[in-house]
């Protein structure tokens, strides 16, 4: 590590310390920010001595990297990850400041920063798992960000990737690199209407994409999600998770694959380590209500994430809040509330909290959804019956619960 690295982290983490003790904020971010700044090439130098693992998708990003981090504990090597999903340049650099080398990194990446950072760290392993609309207004359309790490195949063909063969987006950008696909079944398909590779209109049927007028198409593999379960090479291996819905049968099915695959963990041996995740950066707490019951915090910051949420709310009775939020970190335009299935919830118990509470309320009016409006989340979910209560919340809403009562999570 050159000096000029070595005084950043120094003085980074001064940063950070500062930032904690004043209650600025937990210092991670301005930490990295430091390193950054002074050390331009600080990634790289930190990231000597590592195998680095890199994670990213529209949906589910922080959960199969701690998925995959845990099946990757149980090699004799150390891992660095950056599990509160600080995914940014300003988050990985201080992990990577504190990795035990020689070792494992296994880092979160958002979907923008990733084609940046692939050559700096190294990366041997991408792990993509989908691209769907998010933060339009931040984040442009889909079809930029699947072009952008396409690129990054195109340019780095023995790359080694774990990827969704589900979704034609994540199908496209990983093409031209040594992928090994999963099938992870087919479902929010509304921000994947044409084909990436010529703009035609894709064929969906069941379970799987084609486009009739220049036969790209999902790719045939033997990996495939199975209820419950993963086939990988033909051997079936139990996801038995902790974490509810079938997005985290996903997930643990990227987080297995990749461990498997390509770090050589025993497929069974990596799914054991995926069951023993309960919680993920306060993905799933639970929060006390006044009135002395509990509620489970889901987070879902798009269109896509909320679909998933819903129909497995649906399937699960239960009251629900839903708390909704339109700061920069939420993407300022909720009109996206309009192309969620909301109408799941009739006949559920059903409150309409935060800062955009009434936007929420005229939108399950609409889907004919009976609710009451309260905009605290906490308030909301004890002024709704049973004792199954649900609070879905956006980023920023989710955030302040989880500042609030992380630390009291196991």
Not at 367 to 391: F, K, Q, T
């Amino acid at each position: 590590m050159t000096t000029r690295t070595r005084a950043a982290v120094t003085l980074g983490r001064a940063a950070g310390w500062l930032s904690r003790v004043t209650g600025r904020g937990q210092g991670a971010t301005i930490s990295g920010r430091v390193i950054n700044a002074l050390a331009p090439d600080a990634l790289g130098e930190l990231a000597t001595g590592l195998r680095v693992g890199l994670v990213s998708a529209t949906n589910g990003k922080t959960t199969t990297t701690r998925l995959l981090a845990a099946a990757v504990e149980t090699t004799a090597m150390p891992v660095a990850t950056n599990a509160t999903g600080a995914n940014l340049t300003s988050g990985i650099a201080p992990i990577l400041a504190r990795a035990a080398t020689p070792g494992l990194a296994v880092l979160e990446v958002d979907e923008r920063v990733l084609p940046r950072v692939v050559d700096p760290l190294r990366a041997e392993l991408l792990v993509l798992g989908n691209l769907s609309r998010d933060q339009l207004d931040r984040y442009g359309e889909v079809h930029a960000v699947g072009d952008a790490w396409r690129a990054v195949a195109e340019s780095h063909p023995d790359l080694r990737v774990v990827a969704n063969a589900s979704d034609p987006h994540v199908v496209w950008a990983a093409t031209p690199a040594k992928t090994t696909w999963v099938e992870l079944g087919l479902g929010w398909r509304s921000d994947a209407a044409t084909c990436p590779s010529c703009a035609a209109l894709l064929d969906w049927s069941t379970d799987r994409f084609d486009c009739a007028n220049c036969g790209f198409a999902q790719p045939a593999t033997p990996n495939r999600l199975d209820g419950d379960a993963l086939v990988l090479d033909g051997r079936r291996v139990p996801l038995r998770l902790r974490l509810p819905g079938r997005w985290n049968l996903a997930n643990a099915a990227l987080a297995v694959t990749a461990a498997a695959t390509h770090f050589g963990v025993d497929p069974e041996l990596a799914a054991e380590a995926a069951s023993s995740i309960a919680t993920v950066a306060g993905r799933y707490m639970t929060v006390p209500l006044a009135d002395g019951r509990a509620a489970r915090v889901l987070l879902a910051k798009n269109p896509a994430g909320w679909t998933e949420v819903l129909r497995h709310l649906s399937e699960h009775p239960g009251s629900v809040v839903i708390a909704v939020n339109a700061r920069v970190a939420d993407g300022k335009d909720p009109s996206w509330l309009w192309d969620v299935p909301y109408e799941l919830l009739r006949g559920s118990s059903v409150a309409a909290a935060g800062e955009r509470a009434l936007d929420v309320a005229v939108r399950l009016r609409y889907a004919e959804v009976e609710h009451l409006v309260e905009r605290d989340p906490l308030a909301a979910a004890s002024n709704l019956p049973g004792d199954e209560v649900h609070i879905v919340a956006s980023y920023t809403q989710f955030s302040a619960l989880f500042r609030r009562f992380g630390d009291t999570q196991a």
